[in-house]
């Protein structure tokens, strides 16, 4: 059984740079893709950014040139490292895995954008 679990959200001022990490229970490039997902208020889940076994990276939306995510291959951990946030880039973020087309996700973490 696959387990994610997040952390790095929290209370951050707009401009703000929060890195939030997503651990994983195996060897992350074991996966097809790893991703980031959040889920605004009283909107549909969205994919942010995800990251190939391969290594190649694709953004979504306005995640493009603000957000970046990185790995530590020994720590089996997926960062999503978010720059200049916004009031709309409040949401819970979920780190999703797809594993041989089976589906993980992570409970999610709060990042809150407030002054």
């Known amino acids: 059984q696959v387990q994610l679990v997040e952390s790095g959200g929290g209370l951050v001022q707009p401009g703000g740079s929060p890195r939030l990490s997503c651990a994983a229970s195996m060897n992350i490039f074991s996966f097809d893709y790893m991703a980031w997902y959040r889920q605004r208020p009283g909107t549909q889940r969205e994919l942010v950014a995800r990251?190939?076994?391969?290594?190649?990276?694709e953004y979504r939306g306005t995640a493009k040139g603000r957000f970046t995510l990185s790995t530590d291959n020994d720590e089996n951990t997926v960062y999503l490292q978010m720059a200049s946030l916004k009031l709309d880039d409040t949401a819970v973020y979920h780190c999703f895995a797809n594993y041989r087309e089976e589906y993980y996700w992570g409970q999610g973490t709060q990042v809150t954008v407030s002054s």
């Open positions: 990251i190939f076994s391969g290594g190649s990276t």
